[in-house]
Protein backbone atom coordinates (compact mmCIF):
# COMPACT_ATOMS: atom_id res chain seq x y z
CA UNK A 1 0.00 0.00 0.00
CA UNK A 2 1.66 3.22 -1.38
CA UNK A 3 2.05 6.22 1.55
CA UNK A 4 2.86 9.60 0.87
CA UNK A 5 4.20 12.02 3.28
CA UNK A 6 4.79 16.10 2.61
CA UNK A 7 7.63 17.66 4.88
CA UNK A 8 8.67 21.40 4.57
CA UNK A 9 9.13 24.34 6.58
CA UNK A 10 5.15 25.66 7.85
CA UNK A 11 6.25 29.11 7.53
CA UNK A 12 8.10 30.86 4.85
CA UNK A 13 8.54 34.22 4.29
CA UNK A 14 7.48 36.37 1.21
CA UNK A 15 9.79 36.83 -1.69
CA UNK A 16 11.27 33.65 -0.19
CA UNK A 17 11.55 30.04 -1.89
CA UNK A 18 9.10 27.65 -0.60
CA UNK A 19 10.38 24.02 -0.71
CA UNK A 20 8.67 20.95 -0.04
CA UNK A 21 9.38 17.42 -0.13
CA UNK A 22 6.88 13.85 -0.91
CA UNK A 23 8.64 10.98 0.53
CA UNK A 24 6.92 7.59 -0.69
CA UNK A 25 6.72 4.25 0.92
CA UNK A 26 5.27 1.27 -0.55
CA UNK A 27 5.92 2.25 -4.07
CA UNK A 28 9.04 3.62 -5.99
CA UNK A 29 9.67 6.97 -7.94
CA UNK A 30 10.57 4.81 -10.51
CA UNK A 31 7.83 2.89 -11.17
CA UNK A 32 6.33 4.47 -14.76
CA UNK A 33 2.95 3.84 -13.37
CA UNK A 34 2.63 6.95 -12.02
CA UNK A 35 2.72 10.62 -12.48
CA UNK A 36 4.14 12.36 -8.87
CA UNK A 37 2.02 15.05 -8.55
CA UNK A 38 1.75 18.10 -5.99
CA UNK A 39 -1.73 19.74 -5.56
CA UNK A 40 -2.68 23.42 -2.86
CA UNK A 41 -5.81 24.43 -1.20
CA UNK A 42 -5.88 27.71 0.18
CA UNK A 43 -8.00 27.70 3.31
CA UNK A 44 -11.42 27.41 2.54
CA UNK A 45 -11.16 27.11 -1.35
CA UNK A 46 -10.79 24.74 -3.87
CA UNK A 47 -7.95 22.34 -5.35
CA UNK A 48 -5.32 24.05 -7.67
CA UNK A 49 -2.60 21.60 -9.45
CA UNK A 50 0.79 22.70 -9.13
CA UNK A 51 2.42 20.35 -11.73
CA UNK A 52 4.14 17.19 -12.24
CA UNK A 53 6.94 15.18 -12.51
CA UNK A 54 7.22 11.17 -14.41
CA UNK A 55 9.69 8.53 -13.33
CA UNK A 56 11.45 9.99 -16.67
CA UNK A 57 11.73 14.05 -15.18
CA UNK A 58 9.64 14.84 -17.65
CA UNK A 59 7.34 17.75 -16.34
CA UNK A 60 4.70 19.54 -16.33
CA UNK A 61 3.29 22.88 -14.77
CA UNK A 62 0.27 24.90 -14.22
CA UNK A 63 0.46 27.55 -16.62
CA UNK A 64 0.01 30.06 -13.50
CA UNK A 65 2.50 28.64 -11.88
CA UNK A 66 5.18 27.84 -14.51
CA UNK A 67 7.72 30.41 -13.97
CA UNK A 68 7.78 29.94 -10.61
CA UNK A 69 7.48 25.96 -9.66
CA UNK A 70 10.09 23.35 -9.90
CA UNK A 71 9.40 19.65 -9.87
CA UNK A 72 12.36 17.15 -8.92
CA UNK A 73 12.86 13.67 -8.13
CA UNK A 74 15.58 12.02 -5.89
CA UNK A 75 15.29 8.38 -6.68
CA UNK A 76 17.65 7.76 -4.66
CA UNK A 77 15.58 9.34 -1.63
CA UNK A 78 12.55 7.90 -3.29
CA UNK A 79 10.96 10.94 -2.80
CA UNK A 80 10.42 14.10 -5.02
CA UNK A 81 10.15 17.70 -4.44
CA UNK A 82 8.32 20.87 -5.08
CA UNK A 83 10.21 24.56 -5.40
CA UNK A 84 8.11 27.65 -5.36
CA UNK A 85 9.93 31.01 -5.74
CA UNK A 86 9.24 34.69 -4.80
CA UNK A 87 6.18 33.54 -2.52
CA UNK A 88 3.50 35.82 -1.38
CA UNK A 89 0.37 35.84 0.91
CA UNK A 90 -1.25 34.08 -2.08
CA UNK A 91 0.67 31.16 -1.71
CA UNK A 92 -0.54 30.46 1.80
CA UNK A 93 -2.44 26.89 1.42
CA UNK A 94 -2.11 23.39 2.37
CA UNK A 95 -0.17 21.70 -0.05
CA UNK A 96 -0.53 18.04 -0.94
CA UNK A 97 1.70 15.33 -2.87
CA UNK A 98 -0.61 12.71 -4.69
CA UNK A 99 0.07 9.87 -7.55
CA UNK A 100 -1.30 10.56 -10.18
CA UNK A 101 -1.84 6.59 -11.64
CA UNK A 102 -1.88 5.77 -15.55
CA UNK A 103 -4.49 2.95 -15.82
CA UNK A 104 -5.46 0.62 -18.40
CA UNK A 105 -4.40 0.72 -22.26
CA UNK A 106 -4.41 3.00 -24.67
CA UNK A 107 -6.28 5.20 -24.01
CA UNK A 108 -5.27 5.48 -20.57
CA UNK A 109 -7.18 6.60 -17.61
CA UNK A 110 -5.67 9.18 -15.18
CA UNK A 111 -6.86 9.54 -11.79
CA UNK A 112 -4.93 10.78 -8.37
CA UNK A 113 -5.39 7.87 -6.05
CA UNK A 114 -2.88 8.14 -3.31
CA UNK A 115 -2.60 11.62 -1.59
CA UNK A 116 -0.64 12.58 1.07
CA UNK A 117 -2.17 14.11 4.51
CA UNK A 118 -1.22 17.49 3.59
CA UNK A 119 1.32 20.44 4.95
CA UNK A 120 -0.01 23.83 6.08
CA UNK A 121 2.80 26.20 4.49
CA UNK A 122 1.76 30.20 5.52
CA UNK A 123 3.65 32.77 3.99
CA UNK A 124 4.14 35.65 6.56
CA UNK A 125 6.89 38.15 7.83
CA UNK B 1 -6.26 26.52 -20.56
CA UNK B 2 -9.60 24.43 -19.94
CA UNK B 3 -12.16 25.89 -17.32
CA UNK B 4 -14.04 24.04 -15.19
CA UNK B 5 -17.34 25.10 -13.97
CA UNK B 6 -19.08 23.48 -11.71
CA UNK B 7 -22.61 24.06 -10.00
CA UNK B 8 -23.75 24.34 -7.68
CA UNK B 9 -21.36 25.70 -5.67
CA UNK B 10 -23.68 24.34 -2.37
CA UNK B 11 -26.05 22.36 -1.24
CA UNK B 12 -28.73 21.15 1.01
CA UNK B 13 -29.98 17.94 0.62
CA UNK B 14 -32.12 15.07 2.98
CA UNK B 15 -30.96 11.88 3.91
CA UNK B 16 -32.07 9.72 0.86
CA UNK B 17 -32.43 12.66 -1.78
CA UNK B 18 -31.10 12.30 -5.31
CA UNK B 19 -28.41 14.81 -5.69
CA UNK B 20 -26.92 16.15 -8.54
CA UNK B 21 -23.91 18.29 -9.21
CA UNK B 22 -23.12 19.68 -12.92
CA UNK B 23 -19.66 20.20 -13.94
CA UNK B 24 -18.64 22.30 -17.74
CA UNK B 25 -15.46 22.33 -19.13
CA UNK B 26 -14.58 25.46 -21.83
CA UNK B 27 -13.99 22.52 -24.35
CA UNK B 28 -14.16 18.93 -25.37
CA UNK B 29 -12.55 17.20 -22.98
CA UNK B 30 -13.56 13.51 -24.06
CA UNK B 31 -14.54 11.85 -21.33
CA UNK B 32 -11.35 12.70 -19.22
CA UNK B 33 -13.00 13.79 -16.46
CA UNK B 34 -13.06 12.53 -12.54
CA UNK B 35 -15.08 13.01 -9.77
CA UNK B 36 -13.34 13.35 -5.90
CA UNK B 37 -14.96 13.65 -2.70
CA UNK B 38 -12.92 15.34 0.14
CA UNK B 39 -14.11 15.65 3.91
CA UNK B 40 -13.30 18.52 6.18
CA UNK B 41 -8.94 18.36 7.00
CA UNK B 42 -8.86 15.26 4.61
CA UNK B 43 -7.35 14.71 1.33
CA UNK B 44 -9.35 14.45 -1.51
CA UNK B 45 -10.77 10.53 -2.47
CA UNK B 46 -11.43 9.92 -6.40
CA UNK B 47 -15.24 8.50 -6.87
CA UNK B 48 -15.34 8.33 -10.48
CA UNK B 49 -12.74 8.31 -13.33
CA UNK B 50 -13.33 8.39 -16.96
CA UNK B 51 -16.56 10.30 -16.46
CA UNK B 52 -18.45 7.01 -15.52
CA UNK B 53 -16.25 4.40 -14.12
CA UNK B 54 -16.72 3.98 -10.58
CA UNK B 55 -13.82 3.41 -8.33
CA UNK B 56 -13.34 0.25 -6.59
CA UNK B 57 -14.56 0.21 -3.07
CA UNK B 58 -16.88 3.18 -3.85
CA UNK B 59 -20.39 2.55 -3.34
CA UNK B 60 -22.77 2.38 -6.39
CA UNK B 61 -25.47 5.01 -4.97
CA UNK B 62 -22.26 7.58 -6.40
CA UNK B 63 -22.40 7.55 -10.48
CA UNK B 64 -21.12 10.06 -13.00
CA UNK B 65 -22.68 10.44 -16.69
CA UNK B 66 -21.29 12.84 -19.91
CA UNK B 67 -18.96 13.63 -22.37
CA UNK B 68 -17.51 16.11 -24.43
CA UNK B 69 -18.06 19.39 -22.30
CA UNK B 70 -21.20 18.35 -20.18
CA UNK B 71 -20.96 16.07 -17.07
CA UNK B 72 -23.26 15.14 -14.44
CA UNK B 73 -22.59 13.63 -10.94
CA UNK B 74 -25.49 11.93 -8.77
CA UNK B 75 -25.85 10.34 -5.45
CA UNK B 76 -28.82 8.38 -5.54
CA UNK B 77 -29.61 7.98 -1.97
CA UNK B 78 -27.75 10.58 0.19
CA UNK B 79 -26.72 9.39 3.22
CA UNK B 80 -25.10 11.31 6.31
CA UNK B 81 -21.47 9.99 5.93
CA UNK B 82 -21.64 11.42 2.05
CA UNK B 83 -21.17 15.32 3.86
CA UNK B 84 -18.23 16.96 1.76
CA UNK B 85 -17.11 19.00 -1.05
CA UNK B 86 -16.87 17.09 -4.25
CA UNK B 87 -14.87 18.24 -7.27
CA UNK B 88 -15.14 17.32 -10.51
CA UNK B 89 -11.31 17.26 -12.43
CA UNK B 90 -10.25 17.21 -16.41
CA UNK B 91 -6.98 15.74 -17.63
CA UNK B 92 -7.66 16.28 -21.36
CA UNK B 93 -5.12 18.83 -20.96
CA UNK B 94 -2.74 19.15 -18.17
CA UNK B 95 -5.34 19.02 -15.06
CA UNK B 96 -7.75 21.50 -13.69
CA UNK B 97 -10.43 20.81 -10.96
CA UNK B 98 -13.41 22.28 -10.83
CA UNK B 99 -14.38 25.16 -8.13
CA UNK B 100 -15.78 22.77 -5.51
CA UNK B 101 -19.69 21.36 -4.45
CA UNK B 102 -19.97 21.97 -0.88
CA UNK B 103 -23.26 18.85 0.44
CA UNK B 104 -24.52 19.75 3.49
CA UNK B 105 -27.57 18.22 5.64
CA UNK B 106 -31.01 19.69 5.30
Known amino acids: QMQLQESGPGLVKPSQTLSLTCTVS??????????WTWIRQPAGKGLEWIGR???????NYSPSLKSRATISLDTSKNEFSLSLRSVTAADTAVYYC?????????????????WGKGTTVIVSS | DIQMTQSPSSLSASVGDRVTITCQAS??????LNWYQQKPGKAPKVLIYDASNLETGVPSRFSGSGSGTDFTFTISSLQAEDIATYYC????????FGGGTKVEMK
Open chain 1, 98 to 114: ATEAIVGAHPYFYYMDV
Open chain 1, 26 to 35: GGSVTSGSYY
Open chain 1, 53 to 59: IYTTGST
Open chain 2, 89 to 96: QQYNDLIT
Open chain 2, 27 to 32: QDINNY
